[in-house]
C-alpha cells in the first residue's frame, strides 16, 4: 500500500503487468508503458482508493485494465488503452477481452478521460456496480465501446452542454 509506480516500462510479462496484491490502498500506477502481458496490463485486484493514470496499456492478452476482485473506490483516468484482450486467458475472470474490465464484484470506482481503441471485445466492459464513467472516447472496439450489466453511462459533466455520444464517440 501507499506505493508509486512511475515511468517505467512493463513489457512482455508471463502473466500480469502490474498487479497490486490483494488488500491494497493508496496505490499510484502513473506515466507507465505496459505492453505484451499474458494476461491483464494492469490488474486492480481487491485494491481501494487506488489512481491508475496517464498510462499507456497496449497488446496485453486478457485486457488492459481490469479491477476485480471487489476493487472500490478508484480512479482510473486519462490512459491511452489499444489493442487488448485478442488471446484471453480462459479461466480469467469475467469479463474478458476488453480496454477496461470491470468484474461484478467491484464497486464505486471512476473511470474518466481514457481513449480506448481497437481492443478485441468492448472498449469498457462493466459488470460491477455504481461505477461511474464519464468523457471517455472509445473507438473501433471488436464488439463495441461500451458495454454494462448495471446502471447507465454518463454523457456528460454537471454543466456541460449535452451532447449525444459525449462520453463515448465512434
Not at 488488500?23 to 481487491?46: H, T
Not at 464488439?143 to 453511462?153: C, D, E, M, S
Amino acid at each position: 500500500s501507499n506505493t508509486i509506480i512511475l515511468d517505467s516500462i512493463f513489457q512482455g510479462p508471463a502473466t500480469n503487468g502490474l498487479y497490486p496484491d490483494e488488500d491494497s490502498s493508496g496505490i499510484v500506477i502513473e506515466n507507465n508503458l505496459v505492453s505484451g502481458a499474458l494476461k491483464n496490463g494492469i490488474f486492480l485486484a481487491a485494491t481501494t482508493a487506488s489512481t491508475v493514470i496517464g498510462n499507456t496499456v497496449v497488446n496485453n492478452g486478457t485486457n488492459g485494465i481490469f479491477l476485480g476482485e471487489v476493487s472500490s473506490s478508484n480512479v482510473v483516468s486519462n490512459n491511452v488503452v489499444s489493442g487488448n484482450g485478442f488471446d484471453p486467458i480462459t479461466s480469467s475472470i469475467p469479463p474478458v477481452g476488453n480496454g477496461i474490465g470491470i468484474a461484478a464484484d467491484s464497486s464505486l470506482n471512476t473511470i474518466q478521460g481514457n481513449t480506448l481503441s481497437n481492443n478485441a471485445v468492448f472498449g469498457i466492459d462493466n459488470l460491477g456496480t455504481n461505477n461511474q464513467i464519464l468523457n471517455n472516447t472509445a473507438s473501433g472496439n471488436g464488439t463495441g465501446n461500451y458495454h454494462t450489466a448495471t446502471g447507465t453511462i454518463v454523457t456528460s459533466t454537471a454543466g456541460a452542454a449535452a451532447l449525444a455520444g459525449a462520453n463515448i464517440s465512434a
